[in-house]
C-alpha cells in the first residue's frame, strides 16, 4: 500500500530552524514529484514547495523562497524540508504528497511561537 | 503567481445534485485538480486534469470545464461527502490551491 510518513514537526521559536521528513513506502518514489503543502487550522491548503523525481528541479512559494529548501534522497525514499528563519505566520500541519497530491501523508504540525 | 476563486460554502439537500466552482484566469489553458478534505484527515484527490476520477472514487463525482471555470459536480450528494472541496492547478513552476469550499448536505 502507498503510504507517506511526515516527520520532525514540533515547536520552535521565531528566527528558529527545523527539518521536516518524508518517508515513502509503498511506490517508486523515484518516478514521483513530491512536494509540500501546509495548512492552517481551519483555512486552506496553500502549496510551499516540489521537487521532480529525479530532483533536479525544485521551486518555491514566494512566501518561502529563500527561507525554506527541500531535497530528497532516492535511496532512502525520503523527502526533506529545511525551514529556517521560521516565522509565527509558518506554523502549519505540513504535508507531504507525492504525485502532485496523487498519495498524501498525514502531516506534521509545526508551532512557531516563543 | 495566479489566483484561484471558490465559493466559501454550498448546501445541498441529500439526493441533490451539488455543484462547486473554480475561477482563474490560468484555467484556460491549464488542468485543474479537485481534492476531498474531511476533518482531521489529509486531502483526497477526486478529479484530475478537469475531468478525470481516480480508480476507488465514486462515479457520482465528475468535474467539468468552460473557460476559466471548472466545476466539481457531486449527483446524488450524500451526507457523508461533507467536507472542504479545494481547487488546484499548477503553472510556470508555481501551484495555487483555491480557498477550499466547504459542502455541507443535510
Known amino acids: 500500500e502507498e503510504d507517506l510518513l511526515e516527520s520532525g514537526g514540533g515547536l520552535v521559536q521565531p528566527g528558529g530552524s527545523l527539518r521536516l521528513s518524508c518517508a515513502a513506502a509503498?511506490?517508486?518514489?523515484?518516478?514521483?514529484?513530491m512536494s509540500w503543502v501546509r495548512q492552517t487550522p481551519g483555512k486552506g491548503l496553500e502549496w510551499v514547495s516540489t521537487?521532480?523525481?529525479?530532483?533536479?528541479?525544485?521551486y518555491y512559494a514566494d512566501s518561502v523562497q529563500g527561507r525554506f529548501t527541500i531535497s530528497r534522497h532516492n535511496s532512502k525514499n525520503t523527502l526533506y524540508l529545511e525551514l529556517r528563519s521560521l516565522r509565527v505566520e509558518d506554523a502549519a500541519v505540513y504535508y507531504c504528497?507525492?504525485?502532485?497530491?496523487?498519495?498524501w501523508g498525514q502531516g506534521t504540525r509545526v508551532t512557531v511561537s516563543s | 503567481s495566479f489566483e484561484l476563486t471558490q465559493p466559501s460554502s454550498v448546501s445541498v439537500s441529500p439526493g441533490q445534485t451539488a455543484r462547486i466552482t473554480c475561477s482563474g484566469d490560468?484555467?484556460?489553458?491549464?488542468?485543474a485538480r479537485w481534492f476531498q478534505q474531511k476533518p482531521g484527515q489529509a486531502p483526497v484527490l477526486v478529479i484530475f486534469?478537469?475531468?478525470k476520477r481516480p480508480s476507488g472514487i465514486p462515479e457520482r463525482f465528475s468535474g467539468s470545464s468552460s473557460g476559466t471555470t471548472v466545476t466539481l459536480t457531486i449527483s446524488g450528494a450524500q451526507v457523508d461527502d461533507e467536507g472542504d472541496y479545494h481547487c488546484?492547478?499548477?503553472?510556470?513552476?508555481?501551484?495555487?490551491f483555491g480557498g477550499g469550499t466547504k459542502l455541507i448536505v443535510l
Open positions: 504528497a507525492a504525485g502532485y497530491g496523487v498519495i
Open positions: 490560468v484555467l484556460a489553458k491549464k488542468y
Open positions: 486534469e478537469d475531468t
Open positions: 521537487i521532480s523525481g529525479d530532483g533536479g528541479s525544485t
Open positions: 509503498g511506490f517508486t518514489f523515484s518516478s514521483y514529484a
Open positions: 488546484y492547478s499548477a503553472a510556470d513552476g508555481s501551484e495555487v
